[in-house]
T-cell receptor, first 112, second 117 residues
Framework: EAQVTQNPRYLITVTGKKLTVTCSQN?????MSWYRQDPGLGLRQIYY???????DKGDVPEGYKVSRKEKRNFPLILESPSPNQTSLYFC???????????FGPGTRLTVL | AQKVTQAQTEISVVEKEDVTLDCVYE???????LFWYKQPPSGELVFLIR??????QNEISGRYSWNFQKSTSSFNFTITASQVVDSAVYFC??????????????FGAGTRLFVKA
């Protein structure tokens, strides 16, 4: 089954404790992206990647890092999480020339 | 800068009513793509449609229809004969060129639609 998976789905952590949210897709897609969703703000793009080792900043990259060492994986790293990074995070992927982004199920992160 | 405005924060209708969700966008690109996504209460994001900037034809898919007008920078979404299952948050989104350069996507704030039985 074609899908984008994210782990963990729920995470509660404390300020400053490094964490990684994994994202993996099995569709051989070139493009992958991370978004955060906050009430009243819709989805805002954090980082995106056009292919292996090619990444670029979205609109809200501060406080986040990403890497794309393999085509299927695009982890989101929070080196020193802060409470303002409490949010719902979505990973997405899309093939070259494809119509739609395929979204993962979301990761709800709470930073205390 | 690119921007997507969904001025309607919440809409409430009674089942079988028609409802239109508005989307107004801003971009300096001549080639761009517009999308609608649905987010039901379960939280997943469901792709509904993509429209490129060169194709102003309206589209109909069952009870859903989309009206793209470049002259007013709008890409409105109409649900005909709404049903309770249509209750969701609907997002309009704008993306720059899909195949070259980038994958930057801007989403609107979303419109929450309540359909009452």
């Amino acid at each position: 089954e074609a899908q984008v998976t994210q782990n963990p789905r729920y995470l509660i952590t404390v300020t400053g404790k490094k964490l990684t949210v994994t994202c993996s897709q099995n569709m051989n897609h070139e493009y992958m992206s991370w978004y955060r969703q906050d009430p009243g703000l819709g989805l805002r793009q954090i980082y995106y990647s056009m292919n292996v080792e090619v990444t670029d900043k979205g609109d809200v990259p501060e406080g986040y890092k990403v890497s794309r060492k393999e085509k299927r994986n695009f982890p989101l790293i929070l080196e020193s999480p802060s409470p303002n990074q409490t949010s719902l995070y979505f990973c997405a992927s899309r093939g070259r020339g494809g119509n739609e982004q395929f979204f993962g199920p979301g990761t709800r992160l709470t930073v205390l | 800068a690119q921007k997507v405005t969904q001025a309607q924060t919440e809409i409430s209708v009674v089942e079988k009513e028609d409802v239109t969700l508005d989307c107004v966008y801003e971009t300096r690109d001549t080639t761009y793509y517009l999308f609608w996504y649905k987010q039901p209460p379960s939280g997943e994001l469901v792709f509904l449609i993509r429209r490129n900037s060169f194709d102003e034809q309206n589209e109909i898919s069952g009870r859903y229809s989309w009206n793209f007008q470049k002259s007013t920078s709008s890409f409105n979404f109409t649900i005909t004969a709404s049903q309770v299952v249509d209750s969701a948050v609907y997002f309009c989104a704008l993306s720059d060129t899909l195949n070259t350069g980038g994958f930057k996507t801007i989403f609107g704030a979303g419109t929450r639609l309540f359909v009452k039985a």
